[in-house]
């Protein structure tokens, strides 16, 4: 894992005391609020419904053990005994006091940690694989390259005040689980024809009341130029994007504006212009970050434990455990474990201060000391030997973190909604609740196969409504709420954007109307497909009719 | 009717103006107004930057429970999360 060095710690530290002066003067009057507002949002702190909420940066989402307590023990310490791990790889404290934050930074900083362009209009936290360096599907580790952006982007003078706020996430797999395509720039590591490894960079891609998937703009940019090309395409975004309208403010308005071959080429002309003047990383300085991700000590193993043989044989939960909620690892011994943070009924990401102990503490004896925060608001342990999967399962299970269900109907992403927000206009998380209460059964969960339900309370689209294999945006009808169903979105290397089914549903009818949509799936499925194949295959159709006969 | 809401200054926490002038954190013992009353309270409630910060009306019945267009998001605010009973005010801490 990346460790901080002198500039890092001293940055950090000199963020935190700055904001300590800032939060002094506000409360002494110095400062209105207005002239606070940007300073706190430039340190993670936001004013929701109930209180002050602090989002605390976890880049690419890996943490250490040590980082994992130490959330565990802020949220005791400072808020009501729990985080909410967004789907941004970040975790988010919900009732923290102003007087106290300045304090809650320290203990951050303490384990390298902090709350820096967590909000504003710059680049925010970079986001990645969640199996990074741990998946044999990937062509090269896409963490050393987080790392170089996190490190370029960090106070980047330029890019502090951009038209709105700019997300990059990367994947070096196939199988795209950090979402690239909906990204303002999602960069994809692959090795071409030729045998070289680069970047494919596709942008203008994201959600929110303007969804688009993004577009190809570089099929192969070399390693070496990665920061470079990146800091052409913000360059033209910064000069060429809208200020008089945040709603057409994100890099993706400006890209269909100009139109993707138009934009290609101001990137291109821009690129030419910059890059061989001294952005791009050294070879001896991505070699020294490229260190910090090397491998760690692996032990030679056997591919097949005896142990976990014998534990799968006769246990029928922990062999269903393993097969929903492991992966391969690409060292022969050891497994990826995902830790669901769905169980049935539960609030989708929350995690309690005893439960980011457990997982502190079950990481560092069982996975090399790493822990993975996902997208899909989930935890992940890298590393762990496949004998020991038994007694991390029975570590897990004893914190109440061994619900068995990652992909499935029941591991629903959803916006803290109006429970918590102050933008949304309806609830989310009672819908999922009631939706992962109603297909509570895990052996038809199982049987259903993967399905990905989103769930949004505005549409900001934090939730992710838009790339739902079923999507549900709330809205609010003269004070009601009402839900919008979308069918047929993705957010993985299939991308699309759903499709509005129809009219606005109530609260109640929306769990009824997943019901009827996994009905019409049922009926209709052709060998091993995925409820997102059959729609694919069909069309909206049967879904639509299903959804609105007689209702 | 309206009442003046906003969020306490040193701990985020949602307050209502009394009758004697202080925020409470009872919404039923808030002060009421009406029409051009409710926007002068609220700009002087506006002005004590010290204790409070975004301050705003909100729409009350005679019994001074959240009414309108934001009753439900009000209520919220009012009580807690509905998913969480154990927090907020709903929770009689």
Known sequence: ?551 | MKAVTGNRLGDGAVVYLGDDDRWTTDLAAAARFEGDDAKSVLAAAQARVKEITDAYLIEVDGAGAPAGREALRETIRKSGPTVRLDLGYQAGA
């Open chain 1, 1 to 551: 894992m990346y460790r901080y060095d002198e500039f890092d710690a001293t940055l950090v530290a000199e963020r935190v005391s700055q904001f300590r002066g800032q939060v002094e003067r506000r409360l002494a009057g110095d400062l209105t609020e207005d002239q606070f507002k940007p300073l706190r949002l430039m340190n993670g702190l936001y004013l929701q419904l109930h209180a002050y909420m602090l989002r605390v940066a976890v880049p690419y989402g890996a943490m250490s053990s040590k980082q994992m307590r130490r959330l565990g023990e802020v949220a005791r310490k400072y808020d009501r005994g729990y985080g909410h791990f967004t789907t941004r790889q970040n975790i988010q404290y919900n009732w923290p006091a102003l007087v106290d934050v300045p304090d809650l930074l320290d203990d951050l900083a303490d384990v390298e940690m902090h709350a820096i362009q967590t909000s504003g209009n710059c680049i925010r936290n970079v986001t990645s694989d969640q199996y990074a360096g741990a998946t044999a599907e990937e062509v090269e580790d896409p963490r050393p390259y987080c790392e170089m952006i996190r490190q370029w982007s960090t106070f980047h003078p330029e890019f502090s005040f951009l038209p709105r706020k700019f997300k990059i996430a990367i994947t070096a797999a196939e199988h795209d689980r950090a979402a690239v395509k909906v990204h303002d720039i999602g960069l994809r590591l692959y090795k071409n024809d030729e045998g070289e490894i680069g970047f494919e960079v596709i942008v203008g891609g994201g959600l929110g009341r303007t969804p688009y998937v993004g577009h190809t703009i570089r099929k192969f940019l070399p390693k070496k130029y990665l920061l470079s090309y990146l800091e052409a395409i913000l360059r033209v975004y910064n000069l060429e994007g809208r200020r008089d309208n945040m709603y057409k403010a994100r890099i993706k308005i400006l890209v269909n504006a100009e139109g993707i071959e138009k934009f290609a080429e101001m990137v291109e002309a821009e690129w030419a212009q910059i890059k061989d003047s001294g952005i791009d990383l050294p070879r001896e300085e991505m070699e020294r970050i490229n260190a910090y991700f090397a491998p760690p000590a692996f032990e030679k193993l056997p591919d097949q434990s005896e142990a976990l043989e014998e534990k799968r044989a006769s246990d029928k939960d922990f062999a269903r455990w393993l097969r929903l909620n492991t992966v391969g690892h690409k060292t022969p011994g050891y497994a990826i474990v995902n830790i669901s943070l769905k169980p049935i009924g539960g609030v989708p990401g929350d995690i309690s201060d005893v439960q980011m102990e457990a997982v502190a503490d079950i990481a560092q004896a069982y996975s090399l000391d790493e822990v993975r925060a996902t997208h899909e608001q989930n935890l992940v342990l890298p590393h762990v030997k496949k004998d020991d999967l038994y007694a991390v399962y029975s570590d897990l299970e004893k914190a109440d973190l061994a619900t068995a269900n990652i992909g499935l109907v029941s591991d629903i992403i959803a916006c803290p909604g109006l429970d918590y927000c102050s933008l949304a206009n309806a609830r989310s998380i009672p819908i999922a609740q009631r939706i992962s209460e109603r297909f509570a059964d895990i052996d038809a969960q199982e049987e259903l196969g993967e399905l990905k339900i989103k769930i949004s309370g505005c549409i900001n689209a934090c939730g992710h409504h838009h790339v739902g294999h079923i999507g549900i945006l709330g809205v609010d009808k003269k004070g009601e709420e009402f839900y919008q169903v979308t069918l047929g979105g993705s957010g993985a290397e299939d991308a699309s954007l759903g499709e509005i089914a129809g009219r606005g549903l109530s609260s109640e009818q929306v769990v009824d109307a997943v019901e009827k949509l996994v009905g019409v799936y049922r009926e209709h499925r052709q060998d091993k497909e995925r409820f997102l194949d059959t729609y694919r295959r069909l069309g909206a159709e049967p879904f639509k009719e299903a959804l609105y006969e007689a209702a």
